[in-house]
């Protein structure tokens, strides 16, 4: 327990934001989040090691949390007060902040509150098998045969699927990108 | 896909670097050639670093914690529910869900039967304990069943006679009767009786008999009656249909003639619908049919559930609808007026059960015999107690036969009965002296007098007060009927016991035999009393005789007879049946 402990501290983030990209409703992230790693930990003896422990367990979360925006029915999970809500939060302020100071970037810097919900909505406005693509790579930086992984696509699918939903997202964020 | 077009789809994959050496080569140098892949490339290139520079959100510090305490619980669960050998409380899922599927099956068998009664299979799929031979079924039944639910016992719309006996009432048809009748007269079934209770005759057609038979042996006894009617030629109507179970009624069988149609009701109750060719067949038959009911080892009397019957004023002369009031009142003055004239109140359910308890055979007999039931305090002289059963000439059977058969013929009903007013209602003022003759003598001589009058008065249901007009009646004997309950032109006023008349050709009797206190009908009342009252065995000889006047002559070609499974459980009551037989026996000797 104390090892799986260990796992957790070490990819909750993570998967956390990949969970919270995908549902912007941050107790339900939250809840999915623990879903995800308890799963893991239930089917732990299931991991062969074929492929990297943490893909495997983005596929276990992506799984989740697809499943769980199905049978929350059409409704997508789209804030009222917007994307921002869990972000303008103090908490998450402050999380933001350290975030920032852990990673701090020129672009991240400088890219206002009103850039990042306009960016959030068009993500959140995405399909979500493209979001999920988009976000694995553009954000968790993985690569296309992790995507795949992930995912349980073919390459060339994650390929097309990629470039399809930056196409959406440029002509979405046409201004921003200009 | 043109050259530009895959260059186009690589563009992502050459900003991310998936792209092979060669590959890459291909769209650099493409990029280099063409602004507008270009000026694409850049957008692409914007929307990465967009959504790379999104800020990242930590997870909450205390999801670990959260995570490890619900996989610690989850861990001893599982351990406690290996310990267990199942995982908790899923035996009650199972039940759980296999009581919804009961509980949805039978209601959906319940709407089933309620939507489409008429579909659900009662023919001889069903199959009674009591009939280990289940006799072969004519007409529709052979070929699968029917599921006929049209007859019954005894409704609003039927008339009991007492014994069994019934006119329907109004003819609503056979496809106004529904399952509905069925199912709510299964509780009325006679007390002892098991299984599928008695479908009551709540529709029957105008002017059809109905010949009840409890029988331990329904089978035997529908043979016996199969044989009766083939004797009697009367054939089985063979249906055409060969299906399995034909959701279609009975046949109407009236106006086909010397037909009958036999079906199973339920798994205890067989109903034979005869269309005879002449009313002296259903007489006939009828006999047989007395004949048989009394070889029955279980008590006849139809049940107080069965009695009910309808109880309603004819039209008013005026054409007007007599108001529910009116209805109610002469209910009342019935009912009083029955009290009055016998000398005791009209019985009731409870009268009966009572009265079914302490009854013995010759008790029975005497009431049978006596004024309607009256307790017998000694012996009673038939020729001055109150029935008037002593004024009767005395007449022979042939001779009674033989005028109802010239009556039956030559008597259209309805245009004379103005030379009836009043017809054959009759009541009984005060109950006669003591007698002084034993019953059987009274009873005998009662026994002529129904026979004298049975082709005037059709059917008698003083047990529950209701009078009953033959089929055909016209407005005429409406309005007798009417001025006999309510008092008036050609009607004996103020009567204390109101008894339906049919018009005839005959001329009124003699002021004798329709005076108070006389006639055959106070007799065939006192039987029926007699019958309700005891309400056993014993019954058999007061219903037989009441049971064999009421229809003679009359035009009535129609008949339902419909086998009751009665079982022999009381020892009690087959002892009072052995001794009713007996009684019957002594008297039908003594009689001839």
């Known amino acids: 327990m104390r090892a799986f402990g260990l796992l957790v501290a070490k990819y909750q983030d993570r998967i956390f934001n990949m969970v919270l990209r995908m549902c912007p409703q941050r107790a339900v992230a939250e809840e999915l989040t623990q879903e995800a790693f308890l799963k893991a930990l239930q089917r732990l003896n299931q991991f062969r090691g074929h492929s990297k422990f943490y893909t495997w367990l983005f596929r276990i979360a992506a799984n989740l949390t697809i499943s769980h925006g199905r049978r929350a029915g059409r409704v997508r999970f789209q804030s009222l007060t917007g994307p921002e809500e869990f972000e303008g939060s103090q908490a998450d302020r402050l999380t933001a902040a350290q975030a920032a100071r852990r990673q701090p970037g020129p672009q991240e810097a400088a890219m206002s509150a009103e850039n990042r919900r306009r960016i959030a909505q068009a993500l959140d406005e995405l399909d979500e098998e493209f979001r999920l693509v988009v976000i694995l790579r553009d954000m968790e930086e993985m690569d296309y045969a992790e995507i795949a992984a992930v995912t349980g696509l073919p390459v060339g699918t994650v390929k097309s699927r990629l470039h399809r939903a930056r196409c959406a997202l440029r002509d979405k964020l046409r201004d921003l990108v200009t | ?592």
């Open chain 2, 1 to 592: 896909m043109s050259n530009r077009e895959k260059i186009q789809y690589d563009l992502s994959a050459y900003l991310d670097g998936e792209l092979t050496a060669e590959r890459t080569q291909q769209v650099r140098q493409a990029l280099d050639q063409d602004p507008a892949l270009s000026a694409e490339m850049d957008g692409i290139r914007a929307v990465r670093d967009l959504l790379a520079a999104l800020p990242r959100t930590r997870a909450p510090h205390e999801l670990a914690d959260s995570v490890l305490r619900r996989a610690e619980r989850a861990s001893l669960v599982e351990v406690s529910s290996a310990a267990a050998g199942r995982r908790p409380f899923q035996w009650m899922r199972y039940l759980a869900a296999a009581a919804m599927l009961a509980v949805a099956t039978t209601l959906g068998v319940m709407m089933y039967a309620e939507l489409w009664p008429e579909d659900v299979p009662t023919g001889p799929a069903v199959s009674s304990a009591r009939d280990e031979t289940p006799a072969p079924l004519s007409g529709a039944a052979k070929t699968g069943g029917d599921t006929d639910k049209t007859g019954h016992a005894a409704g609003k719309n039927g008339r009991n006679t007492g014994a069994g006996v019934m006119i329907a009432s109004k003819d609503r048809g056979e496809e106004d009767l529904s399952g509905r009748a069925a199912r709510y007269g299964k509780g009325m079934a006679p007390k002892g009786a098991r299984g599928g209770g008695i479908v009551r005759l709540g529709n029957l057609p105008e002017g059809e008999i109905n010949e009840v038979i409890y029988t331990p042996a329904v089978a035997h006894t529908q043979r016996q009656i199969e044989k009766l009617l083939t004797r009697n030629a009367i054939q089985p109507v063979v249906m055409a249909s060969t299906s399995p179970a034909p959701a279609k009624p009975a046949p109407r069988l009236r106006g086909r003639g010397n037909h009958y149609h036999a079906f199973r009701v339920t798994a205890d109750q067989v109903r034979i619908r005869i269309d005879a060719a002449t009313p002296e067949q259903i007489e006939r038959i009828r006999a047989e049919i007395e004949r048989i009911r009394t070889q029955q080892r279980v008590c006849q009397v139809a049940i107080p559930g069965e009695a009910i019957a309808l109880h309603r004023p004819p039209d008013r002369p005026d054409g007007r609808e007599p108001a529910r009031s009116e209805i109610a009142d002469e209910e009342k003055k019935l009912a009083e007026g029955h009290g009055q004239g016998t000398g005791q109140k009209a019985p009731t359910d409870e009268t009966f059960e009572h009265a079914k308890v302490k009854s013995d055979g010759d008790a029975a007999v005497g009431k049978a015999a006596g004024s309607g039931g009256a307790k017998r305090t000694g012996p009673q002289d038939p020729a001055a107690d109150g029935t008037g059963a002593g004024r009767m000439k005395p007449k022979t059977r042939q001779e009674d036969s033989e005028r109802r058969r010239a009556k039956g013929q030559a008597a259209p009903a309805g245009p004379d009965s103005a030379n009836a007013p009043g017809g054959r209602a009759v009541a009984q003022d005060k109950p006669g002296p003591a007698r002084k003759e034993p019953d059987r003598i009274a009873e005998r001589t009662a026994q002529q007098q129904i026979d004298d009058s049975a082709d005037s008065v059709e059917q008698v249901d003083v047990g529950t007060n209701v009078a009953a007009v033959r089929p055909g009646r016209d407005a005429a004997g409406f309005k007798d009927l009417w001025a006999g309950f309510f008092g008036g032109e050609g009607g004996a006023a103020k009567r204390g016991v109101a008894v339906a008349a049919k018009p005839v050709t005959r001329p009124a009797k003699a002021p004798a035999q329709s005076g108070p206190g006389d006639g055959p009908v106070d007799m065939q009342e006192g039987q029926a009393i007699a019958a309700r009252q005891v309400g056993g065995p014993t019954s058999q000889v007061a219903q037989g005789r009441q049971r064999r006047a009421p229809l003679a002559g009359a035009n009535v070609r129609a008949m339902v007879i419909t086998l009751n499974f009665r079982p022999v459980t009381d020892d009690t009551m087959r002892g009072q049946v052995d001794a009713a037989q007996k009684d019957a026996a002594v008297q039908n000797k003594a009689l001839k």
